[in-house]
């Protein structure tokens, strides 16, 4: 069984602060993907890494996958109320009958104005 | 576009009770699945297909069935409500399995009581 842990579970900051989560797993991913997830609503893809090593940004986030494809982080830069939500990593392996993505089991973060 | 459309929103069941949840996507997704979300649980998943016709078991199967009679559709069946199913539930799609990478797109969930 393939699992992904997150840290840490809850955070909790004021607004302009930055922050980094962690999502980690002993398995390899072919891909591993991050959602947000906002009271009452389902998970929204926010990026898909796939080689390891490889950065990618969206606005005020920057995602990292690593080397060995074994962990991922999402950095926060200047988090705004707007960020608040569970944040999610799955991870995904092609190839054989694996057909589905491992969730993470999340890390939901507070923003304070 | 509406994207993954889950109904009801919301539904309270007497333990025993049987009844359909309605996932449906307008995007021409091979891949559907169902997950439950509990607290500290995170999300487990129930049942998925990778085609119409086609579906398989998740990691709790157990007390709900499934069916893939078209691409739009999948509906997630409880035979038999116990308080155990009491969840939030969600339907996601992708457009295939081994295009996974390009992620799922989730409907806005399905929260159940069950008492």
């Known amino acids: 069984t393939q699992l992904l842990e997150q840290s840490p579970q809850f955070l909790s900051i004021q607004e302009g602060e930055n922050l980094t989560v962690y999502c980690n797993s002993s398995?390899?991913?072919?891909?591993l993907q991050w959602y947000r997830q906002e009271p009452g609503e389902g998970p929204v893809l926010l990026v898909t890494?796939?080689?390891?090593?490889e950065v990618k940004k969206l606005k005020r986030l920057t995602f990292q996958f690593g080397d060995a494809r074994k962990d991922s982080s999402l950095h926060i830069t200047a988090a705004q109320p707007g960020d608040t939500g569970l944040y999610l990593c799955?991870?995904?392996?092609?190839?054989?009958?694996?057909?589905?993505?491992?969730f993470g089991k999340g890390t939901l973060l507070t923003v304070n104005p | 576009n509406a994207g993954v459309t889950q109904t009801p929103k919301f539904q309270v069941l007497k333990t025993g009770q049987s009844m359909t949840l309605q996932c449906a996507q307008d995007?021409?997704?091979?891949?559907m699945s169902w997950y439950r979300q509990d607290p500290g649980m995170g999300l487990r998943l129930i049942h998925y297909?990778?085609?119409?016709?086609?579906?398989d078991q998740g990691e709790v199967p157990n007390g709900y069935n499934v069916s893939r009679s078209t691409t739009e559709d999948f509906p997630l069946r409880l035979l038999s409500a116990a308080p155990s199913q009491t969840s939030v539930y969600f339907c996601?799609?992708?457009?295939?399995?081994?295009?996974?990478?390009?992620?799922?797109?989730f409907g806005s969930g399905t929260r159940l009581t069950v008492v």
């Open positions: 996601a799609s992708s457009f295939s399995w081994d295009r996974l990478n390009y992620g799922y797109t």
């Open positions: 398995s390899v991913f072919s891909s």
């Open positions: 890494v796939v080689t390891g090593g």
């Open positions: 799955a991870g995904h392996n092609s190839g054989g009958s694996n057909y589905k993505l491992t």
């Open positions: 995007m021409n997704h091979e891949y």
């Open positions: 297909s990778v085609g119409a016709g086609i579906t």
